[in-house]
């Protein structure tokens, strides 16, 4: 049994590909047809297990980086507009200078750690979108710490705590301010907590603790690392990380 | 980055390995990067996934996992059963349908993937593919009647993986 409707018409239909004369023809059609309407409800039973299965792939979170560092950067562009772009480019950034050293002066070294943080809460925000929390997935130190061979010029001290229920459950790359850092992702019961950790020379402003957007913060320097961890945790949880990441 | 979900859902599709699919939507973000300028306007998503496509096929060529049709050919398939099962497929079964869409030919898989998960149009596919337009449809319709036939015939599946 065939219909010749069902070779020509059926998947237009169903993909919202027939015009509204083709469409409504072959709703009609439809109805008196059980040869195409049983081969209708076949796909869409098909086209709903696809959609519901979440078989697509997001990019991982790690990738858009790598594309990003692989792209020529304006110096590669010898052309006088290049030149140009990068005249304008060093007058925003003085211009930008200028008025943040008014605005803070160089006494106030607060406020410019305050963004810091707010960038490291924003990082930390980002990463709980579906997909993006973990670039590599482990319990294991010593499969996270040497995941960040080669992708950053620094290996950050890696330590799974969760006998102190703290549990390492991998890592990323991130971005704060511009600058690539590495992000480690502990568990509190069924929480999540980024330990963003860079290179730093001795910087006693790094230092301290706060809340903003509903997510703690607290920020150290050890062994030449700094260090800033973000959750939605208590603040005497996210003290006691830090704690225990001190001690190691 | 615009469209870089796109791009890495249909790699990954394409290639299988998450390195290979990584791999390749960076080169295919590269040459899109430097051959910008011979975009100028229309559908930005076709124009990269059309790029994305031709580094797969390269890639696959390359490594000689390249299953030479160039016609979508479905003589071999047999016709799919009637059972309750072939009417009922579980609804949410990823891992089946996965396996599934695995063993249809990359010119299948591409064509479900474009139009089920990426929700590409007829005309949107027909630039990807490069094929004409009026056979996106009896194509689609043959990818997938394929992988109903290796969601519900368990024994053509292991005749397929043979290929």
């Known amino acids: ?21 083709g469409s409504a023809d072959f709703n009609q059609h439809l109805q008196t047809c059980s040869i195409c309407s049983a081969a209708l409800g076949k796909e869409e039973t098909l086209r709903r297990a696809l959609e519901e299965s ?19 950067g304006p110096s590669a562009d010898k052309g006088v507009r290049g030149r140009w772009r990068w005249v304008v480019v060093v007058a925003a950034a003085l211009i930008a200078a200028t008025l943040s050293w008014r605005q803070f002066g160089p006494t106030d070294r607060q406020s410019y750690d305050r963004a810091a943080m707010f960038a490291a809460v924003d990082a930390h925000l980002r990463s709980l979108q579906p997909g993006h929390l973990l670039d590599v997935q482990s319990t294991d130190q010593h499969t996270v710490k040497p995941w960040f061979d080669g992708k950053l010029d620094f290996a950050p001290p890696v330590h799974d705590l969760a006998a102190n229920d703290f549990p390492l459950l991998g890592g990323r790359l991130d971005i704060i301010e511009g600058r690539t850092v590495a992000a480690l992702v502990y568990g509190r019961r069924k929480h999540f907590i980024s330990v963003f950790v860079e290179k730093s020379a001795p910087d006693a402003s790094w230092n301290g603790s706060g809340q903003t957007q509903g ?10 690392f700094r260090f800033c961890a973000v959750s939605d945790v208590s603040a005497a949880d996210i003290e006691e990380l830090k704690q225990l990441l001190m001690q190691h | 980055m615009p469209h870089l979900d796109a791009a890495y859902n249909l790699a990954r599709w394409l290639l299988g390995g998450r390195s290979e699919a990584e791999d390749a939507t960076q080169d295919a973000m590269l040459r899109a990067y430097k051959f910008f300028n011979s975009f100028h306007s229309g559908d930005a998503r076709a124009w990269l996934l059309q790029i994305v496509r031709n580094c797969c096929y390269t890639w696959l060529q390359k490594n000689r996992k390249w299953v030479d049709v160039d016609e979508l050919d479905d003589e071999s398939v047999p016709r799919e059963k009637d059972t309750p099962e ?35 149009s007829y005309k949107e596919i027909a630039t990807i593919t490069s094929r004409p337009m009026g056979t996106i449809m009896s194509a689609l319709a043959r990818a997938r009647h394929q992988l109903r036939v290796l969601l519900t015939d368990p024994a053509h599946k292991e005749a397929r993986l043979e290929l």
């Open chain 1, 1 to 21: 049994m065939s219909c010749e409707f069902a070779h020509t018409s059926l998947h237009a239909y169903l993909d919202g590909e027939l015009d509204a004369a």
């Open chain 1, 54 to 72: 979440r078989l697509y792939s997001r990019a991982p979170a790690g990738l858009k980086l790598r594309i990003q560092e692989s792209l020529p």
């Open chain 1, 215 to 224: 997510y703690q913060w607290t920020a150290w320097i050890k062994d030449g």
């Open chain 2, 86 to 120: 072939t009417l009922a497929i579980r609804v949410s079964d990823r891992e089946r349908l996965t396996r599934a869409l695995e063993q249809l030919s990359p010119q299948f898989r591409e064509i479900l993937v474009l139009r089920e998960l990426e929700g590409c």
